[in-house]
């Protein structure tokens, strides 16, 4: 296994990865709060769409980011593998309430 | 029993250089690590001796109803107090003061990176811990809750300064744990001793540079919090006042950014060591290195995404709800992922039972337990009804009795023979234990059940029918059964100290680096540095250490010498110089001192000149450090030559600065949320028509953009200096006269004005420090190579930049976009 040009330190991996994570929650606590000061009945479908959006767009880069690792090798690659593998649970998880609570109410 | 000693002459010419002198002077400008970690801890200590007494006060009270033990009012400093002793003079300090004495030792170093700012830390501590506390001597203690909640703790409900003693004191402690966070990142990703790469970095320093940088993010939310609602006390900038565009859940908001990582703050150095104890007493290496440190960083970052779950019965819409109750559940993860890992190491050694690990066993019992109540409480419709009852005082005791005193408890048994160089001498630490273990359950288990029966938090009498009474007499009684139990723990300790035998080299055979060195430790800790690249066994290691075989084994001219690594890989890449004992520390707490307390008065020229006298000792502080000369290559040892105390970007005062911003940038991100939130989502009075964008601002946008440009190119040149100088300056004056509405007319405005204050100040730091630089610059302090100064300058200044131009399109466009 080659070290992979782009891909920094095992641990730094791991932090940059959960600050995927924490872009996804903050970016969808704030598209929930500004879709609901802003939204009419019209742009419901809209606003239910740019989060789910929102959440699909942090869930491909850590997906990208598990496969690179698992193909190649870092400083702590196991740091860096758990630790993307648990911010892409993380988010997933996350994200689930989208599926069944209202957002404005 | 073998005791290690250094090579003769060496521990002599060592000490000679690294010791703290005797006497009253001595004892104030001491720098040393090892006496200020103990010094931290012995405060802390009495600082919980304190929130104790406070605590028994609390339970007589409730041991029967309808009590005239205390009044309603005193009642309301007494609960105040105790909660604000224990998370902020203790817990916190108490860290602190572990790995202010502990950090050096596990990671071979002599020093933490900044030696002075450990000692102004810890007189901004004991200033305004001490200021805290004393309130209640006058009868003027904080008394609207630890937390401060508002409309309750502003100046319409609490008119006196009591509530002005817990803001200004505390963010005066703040200023303490934020000196210490930074402190603490530089020192485990810079000192380190060669050959200790992160990957093979004790648990324990991971756990303490996770929890720095968790303060470094989480602390500016309360600090920034504080200073606007003492603004609005002193002032009448309406933040959170609702007549006037405010909102009391920004308060909330704030806190909490702060108040949830805070509890894992004080949870994982408390689980680090835990990490540390149990490979120990297990007799094998612990299990799940990378899956511990995997968890670490999963907490810290998940720990930031569960705030509004103390804010679950506000009224937040369902799926804003959804969000963060997941995130509760899934911090859960985590923290079991180190609960089985410990688990599996005890299962797959061959543990024994020594007193440390009795605690270890009090704290799995506990903490699991306080877990499970934390996961139904991250359950939406069940916090609903608990909230606020006696059942969340059980919760968060369980949480932080069990997950950190605990735990410390066994820590301080385990690293009492370190400290004081003794071995326990009766068995009065196993009774302790018993005692503190039956008193707590005791005391907390009945919390459960009158907080689910409906007693709420913080009520200082209850009437006599309502079930509650013998749940609450026993609360009352087991609380000074765990009150026997910490005497005893006081008392064993003192014994230790006075009658103990002394203490074998490592005892507990742990094979660690900080008993590879005599205890007490001398004020060196190692008379070489471990060279860690090519690992010998431990007892061989230690001899080859005492005997000076190692990393800088001698003492040369009057240096105060320590290694400095790589961050990543663990190689030595410079010899830092550390200062010795100064008074000056003491002087910078004293000016904080004089810029905080005035403030309780409204003397605010006082105030102003405590301001003055903070920036002319930090100017003189820098002044003192570099040199006129380029660094020379020294010989360490092992056949290696590094520089001295390079002046450039691999300065740890460069990695300082930069986790400086970091917490500079969480408060100013905590303001732009604060802007926003009144914008968006607070249910505001409207406020005047935004103002449109005048001269003052492109102003101001100009300086902002120049210092950007003139950082952005960050080579030597005084006319670099220049522009970032003039830019900056200019961009405070376009913000000081940006013609902004009055901040008492309308919280948005009070919002946007604060806004603007913060980018002033920021362009007016960024002026002092290029001036200071061209004055370096002209005394010579500055060469191609040592351009520390100048990068930090560009840093600064496009720091400045960033935040000003963020902000300008806050206080500007957001208005007109939310029309």
Not at chain 2, 451 to 479: C, F, I, K, T
């Amino acid at each position: 296994m080659r070290r992979h040009p782009l891909l920094p330190h095992g641990a730094a991996t791991a932090v940059g990865a959960f600050a995927i994570w924490a872009s996804a929650f903050t970016l969808l606590y704030i598209v929930q709060a500004l879709g609901c000061r802003f939204r009419g009945a019209e742009t419901m479908l809209l606003h239910r769409a740019t989060m789910y959006g929102v959440w699909i767009v942090h869930l491909v880069p850590l997906t990208l980011l598990l496969i690179a690792l698992l193909q190649s090798s870092v400083p702590m690659r196991r740091v860096a593998i758990l630790g993307t593998a648990a911010a892409l649970g993380a988010t997933a998880w996350t994200g689930l309430p989208l599926f069944f609570a209202s957002a404005c109410q | 029993m073998t005791v290690l000693e250094p090579a003769p002459g060496l521990d002599g010419e060592l000490d000679a250089l690294w010791r703290t002198p005797h006497g009253r002077r001595g004892w104030l400008s001491a720098v040393n690590h090892t006496n200020l970690g103990r010094r931290f801890i012995v405060t802390a200590c009495v600082f919980f001796g304190i929130g104790g007494l406070l605590a028994m006060l609390i339970r007589i009270q409730l041991a029967t109803p309808a009590n005239a033990f205390l009044n309603a009012g005193l009642y309301n400093q007494i609960f105040t107090l105790h909660g604000t002793v224990m998370m902020f003079l203790f817990a916190i300090p108490l860290f602190e003061g572990m790995a202010v004495y502990l950090l050096p030792k596990i990671l071979g170093a002599r020093d933490l990176a900044f030696p002075r700012l450990t000692a102004y830390g810890y007189w901004c501590y004991l200033f305004g811990g001490s200021l805290v506390v004393g309130s209640l001597a006058f009868g003027v203690a904080p008394d609207a809750g630890w937390f401060m909640y508002t409309p309750l703790s502003s100046r319409p409900y609490s008119p006196g300064i009591n509530a002005d003693i817990w803001l200004i004191g505390i963010t005066f402690v703040e200023v303490s744990a934020v000196s210490a966070a930074v402190e603490i990142v530089v020192s485990v990703l810079k000192v380190r001793t060669g050959g200790m790469p992160l990957s093979r970095m004790p648990l324990l320093a991971w756990y303490l540079l996770v929890t720095a940088a968790m303060m470094l993010v989480g602390f500016p939310p309360l600090i920034l919090g504080s200073i606007l609602l003492e603004i609005e006390r002193a002032f009448g900038w309406p933040f959170f006042d609702p007549t006037r565009g405010g909102d009391p859940l920004l308060w909330q908001h704030l806190f909490w950014l702060f108040g949830h990582p805070e509890v894992y703050i004080i949870f994982l150095p408390a689980a680090g060591a835990v990490s540390t104890m149990i490979p120990v007493f297990a007799r094998r290496p612990i299990l799940g290195y990378d899956w511990i440190v995997v968890s670490i960083v999963a907490l810290a970052f998940l720990s930031f995404g569960l705030w509004v779950h103390h804010m679950f019965a506000v009224g937040i819409p369902h799926l804003a709800l959804g969000f963060f109750s997941a995130a509760s559940m899934l911090v859960a993860i985590p923290t079991a992922v180190q609960i089985f890992a410990w688990i599996g190491t005890l299962l797959a050694g061959r543990p024994v039972l020594r007193l440390p690990m009795l605690f270890v066993c009090g704290f799995f019992f506990i903490f699991v337990a306080g877990g499970l109540t934390g996961v139904m409480l991250a359950v939406v419709p069940f916090d609903w009804q608990a909230h606020d009852t006696h059942f969340v005082v059980a919760h968060l005791h369980y949480v932080l009795i069990g997950g950190f005193l605990f735990p410390m408890m066994g820590a301080a048994y385990y690293w009492l023979p370190h400290l004081t160089g003794r071995m326990p001498v009766y068995n009065l630490g196993t009774v302790s234990f018993w005692l503190l273990f039956v008193g707590f359950n005791l005391t907390f288990l009945p919390m459960h059940l009158t907080g689910l029966l409906g007693m709420p938090r913080r009520v200082y009498s209850y009437a006599p029918d309502l079930g509650w009474d013998w749940l609450n007499l026993l609360s009352s009684v087991a609380s000074f059964v765990m009150a026997m139990g910490f005497a005893l723990f006081l008392a064993d300790i003192l014994l230790q100290r006075r009658f103990g035998e002394r203490a074998p080299a490592d005892p507990w055979q742990a094979g660690t680096l900080e008993w590879a060195m005599p205890t007490p430790p001398p004020s060196y800790n190692f008379a070489s540095q471990p060279d860690l690249s090519h690992p010998s066994p431990s007892e061989a290691l230690a001899s080859e250490i005492a005997a000076g075989r190692h990393f800088l084994g001698f003492a040369r001219n009057g240096w105060r010498e320590t290694l400095a690594v790589e961050a990543a890989s663990g190689r030595p890449d410079q010899v830092l110089l550390l200062p010795g004992p100064t008074l000056l520390p003491l002087w910078m707490g004293l000016a904080t001192a004089l810029f905080f307390v005035p403030a309780l008065f409204g003397l605010y020229p006082l105030t102003l000149l405590g301001a003055v006298l903070v920036i002319g000792l930090t100017l003189a502080w820098l002044w003192s450090m570099g040199s006129r000369d380029d660094p020379p290559t020294v010989p360490v040892g092992r056949g290696l030559s590094i520089v001295a105390a390079p002046a450039d970007r691999r300065s740890p005062l460069h990695w300082g600065l930069a986790a400086a911003l970091v917490a500079d940038g969480s408060l100013f991100a905590a303001l732009g949320f604060g802007q926003a939130f009144l914008h968006l989502v607070a249910p505001n009075v409207p406020a005047d028509d935004p103002v449109p964008i005048g001269a003052a601002a492109i102003l101001a946008a100009a300086g902002l953009a120049a210092a950007a440009g003139a950082a952005a190119g960050s080579r030597v040149s005084q006319a670099r200096l220049g522009i970032a100088a003039a830019g900056s300056a200019l961009a405070m004056a376009g913000m000081l006269l940006l013609p902004l509405p009055a901040p008492t007319e309308h919280a948005q405005a009070a919002a946007a004005n604060a806004l603007a204050a913060f980018v002033a100040l920021h362009a007016g730091m960024a002026s002092i420090a290029a001036l200071y630089s061209l004055a370096r610059l002209r005394a010579g302090y500055v060469s191609a190579v040592r351009d520390l100064a100048l990068r930090n300058t560009a840093l600064l200044a496009a720091y400045a930049a960033g935040t000003g131009i963020l902000a300008l399109a806050l206080i500007h466009l957001l208005p007109l976009a939310v029309r």
